[in-house]
């Protein structure tokens, strides 16, 4: 199956700051990643999906200007939490698709707490 | 928009059997997908299910009934290490998925 590896698994970080989450796909071009969020004991939320060499499309009430995203290559894409705040405090989670017909296949998850 | 309805919580003894439930309405249907989630960790696939019927999976079983909106997952001889929490997940399209709430399954001895 599609391998995907995601950094940090954690992160802390003060508010105010930004911190920046990689996703990569390690045995698939992935022209298509899609990240989501979750909170405690909440479904998994997809935020935005990340286009290859070109923007990324954002979900009804996901501010892309906080969420900052960008997918320059093949095998990489980042998602930027911007000036993070303590709401901003989740589990986030990347995926991809190998094909039509196979399951997505996740990143490790990155766990955000902001201070 | 989608509505995918799972409960939120259940108990079982290890060796038996659980069902786990999921009812969806959504604006399109291309496969269900049951997911597994330890705590902290990320989802990993269980079982996809895109015509009716059942589908199984060494302990795993998954049913699909697309004219009721209506999925179940099987979990058969419980062990200690099925406790987690089981996600049900529609695609939408091509790619697009939306997901449960989850089901914390515990498993005790």
């Known amino acids: 199956g599609a391998v995907v590896s995601q950094h940090p698994s954690w992160v802390i970080c003060k508010s105010g700051t930004s911190v920046k989450i990689e996703c990569r796909s390690l045995?698939?071009?992935?022209?298509?990643m899609f990240w989501y969020r979750q909170f405690p004991k909440q479904s998994l939320m997809l935020m935005a999906t990340s286009n290859e060499g070109s923007k990324a499309t954002y979900e009804q009430g996901v501010e892309k200007d906080k969420f900052l995203i960008n997918h320059a290559s093949l095998t990489l894409s980042t998602l930027t939490v911007t000036s993070a705040h303590p709401e901003d405090s989740s589990f986030y989670i990347c995926s991809h698709w190998a094909g039509k017909n196979t399951e997505a296949f996740f990143g490790q998850g990155t766990r955000l707490t902001v201070v | 928009g989608q509505n995918i309805d799972q409960p939120t919580e259940m108990t079982a003894t290890e060796g038996a059997i659980v069902q786990i439930n999921c009812t969806y309405q959504t604006s399109g249907f291309n496969g269900l997908f049951w997911y597994q989630q330890h705590a902290g960790e990320a989802p990993t696939f269980l079982s996809y299910?895109?015509?009716?019927g059942l589908e199984e999976k060494g302990r795993f079983s998954s049913f699909l009934s697309r004219s009721k909106g209506y999925s179940y997952l099987l979990l058969k001889e419980l062990q200690m290490k099925d406790s987690a929490s089981y996600l049900c997940a529609v695609r939408d399209g091509d790619y697009k998925l939306s997901f449960g709430a989850g089901t914390t399954v515990t498993v005790r001895a």
């Open positions: 299910n895109v015509l009716d």
């Open positions: 045995d698939f071009q992935a022209t298509t």
